[in-house]
């Protein structure tokens, strides 16, 4: 059995560049997919978020069309609302990656308003990948990357090939022109070389010890990946 940390958002809103703000939190099936993946497979999780605040779904990824329809969609919700894990996190701070055998992080919006900034969540990031442990990061997760610094001030993820949601398909989203940055510019920025695919297809990079998907619709693959890695 390996112990998987999940290092999640505790943002219900992002900030835009026009001062206002869009609902916000964790992209429910990037949880819920690699969640049953992991625990079918025997796994312990424990879910980390800034301040050990409930980290809060995205509505929007609740609804039917976002879920394949409504059955799918109430299945879903139920492990939202009913998993342990996600209803009693830790604080970040408080979180030895050394304890772990693989860190995973989920996207939705939330990321960019907190991860993104985030000491501790960098910090063990930071640890795991120098450790080489396996970690698994979706489409608007890998912004908690930016916040993995190194002691000489580098990217610790500078060098890897990763994938992230792209800026074809936040446009698509409807997202972009009111974003204060863009996660595959600010990725690039950072040293990352980010791989892009076509919008909403599932696309998974792999390098090393650090599995990466584009958007939702890759977040079977990137459990999948991840597994393989925990062996």
């Known amino acids: 059995m390996a112990k998987i940390l999940f290092v999640m958002t505790a943002a219900d809103h992002w900030d835009l560049s026009d001062g206002t703000s869009h609902p916000t939190g964790f992209w429910a099936e990037e949880v819920v997919v690699p969640y049953q993946a992991f625990k079918d497979a025997g796994h312990e999780i424990t879910v980390a978020t800034p301040d050990g605040a409930l980290s809060p779904v ?3 990824s609740l609804s039917p069309g976002a879920n394949g329809g409504e059955a799918n969609a109430a299945a879903v919700q139920k492990v939202v609302e009913n ?3 996600l209803n009693h996190p ?4 408080s979180v030895r990656v050394e304890d772990f055998d693989a860190v995973y992080v989920p996207g939705g919006h ?3 308003q907190d991860l993104a900034v985030d000491a501790d969540s960098g910090r063990l990031l930071t640890r795991a990948v120098q450790r080489g442990l396996p970690v698994g990061v979706v489409c608007h997760g890998p912004a908690a990357l930016l916040a993995a610094v190194a002691e000489d001030g580098s990217n610790a993820f ?3 090939r990763i994938t992230a949601f792209t800026n074809a398909e936040e446009e698509l989203a409807g997202s972009a022109a009111k974003a204060k940055w863009l996660l595959q510019d600010r990725l690039t920025e950072a040293g990352l070389t980010v791989v892009v695919d076509q919008p909403w297809a599932s696309h998974v990079e792999v390098d090393r010890n650090v599995v990466t998907g584009q958007n939702p619709a890759s977040s079977a693959a990137v459990a999948a990946g991840l597994l393989e890695k925990i062996g």
């Not at 830790?90 to 701070?93: A, F, I, N």
Request: zero cysteines.
């Open 58 to 60: 995205d509505r929007a």
């Open 83 to 85: 998993a342990t894990e």
């Open 90 to 93: 830790v604080s970040l701070d």
């Open 110 to 112: 939330g990321p960019m």
């Open 158 to 160: 500078a060098g890897y």
